[in-house]
């Protein structure tokens, strides 16, 4: 149990569009789920933190207008980049929790955002 | 079905001891292996292992990865209370340029002054 999915796996825009990505816990309710941004040396730098039915919580520097994120229910959280830029190119991953910020994390496979 | 299991599944030992912590996987098209702790919220890159035999070394950390095997391993010496965390193992899977990680379930280990 405990499965993360996230869609899609892989997306190329061109600069100034939006790009949805969607996480989904597939076999339990999620409470809580994690954004993370992953960066070239591999680090991961959590980008907000959502429950369900509640507004998200961004971390510093995170711009809430341009990275949006909905919790609308147990099992799906989405992160829209708006008026993507090419340096908003990156690897874009997921993780949800049942219980809150203080539970396990399960992650998700991650999405790679290309922005031209 | 690609995987990633990760050995125990909890642990909790005395400050001074050694461990061993264990990352099997069964992934098809294997690019790298990495190693996170998560301590609080995002967990913090630790090792990211590539080659089979070749150690990775941070202070009283250590890690080794055996392709043949399919397995790594993450070693901690003289333990302290500060190492208590939750490590997680990831694989790298990179069919047809298309990335994704593959994830254990993590280790929890926790350290007793």
Known sequence: GAVVSQHPSRVICKSGTSVKIECRSLDFQATTMFWYRQFPKKSLMLMATSNEGSKATYEQGVEKDKFLINHASLTLSTLTVTSAHPEDSSFYICSASRHGVTDTQYFGPGTRLTVL | ?113
């Open chain 2, 1 to 113: 079905e690609d995987k990633v299991v990760q050995s125990p599944l909890s642990l909790v030992v005395h400050e001074g001891d050694t461990v061993t912590l264990n990352c099997s996987y069964e992934v098809t098209n294997f690019r790298s292996l990495l190693w996170y702790k998560q301590e609080k919220k995002a967990p913090t890159f630790l090792f990211m292992l590539t080659s089979s035999g070749i150690e990775k070394k941070s202070g009283r950390l250590s890690s080794i990865l055996d392709k043949k095997e399919l397995f790594s391993i993450l070693n901690i010496t003289a333990t302290q209370t500060g190492d208590s965390a939750i490590y997680l193992c990831a694989v790298e899977d990179n069919a047809g340029n298309n990335r994704k990680l593959i994830w254990g379930l993590g280790t929890s280990l926790a350290v007793n002054p």
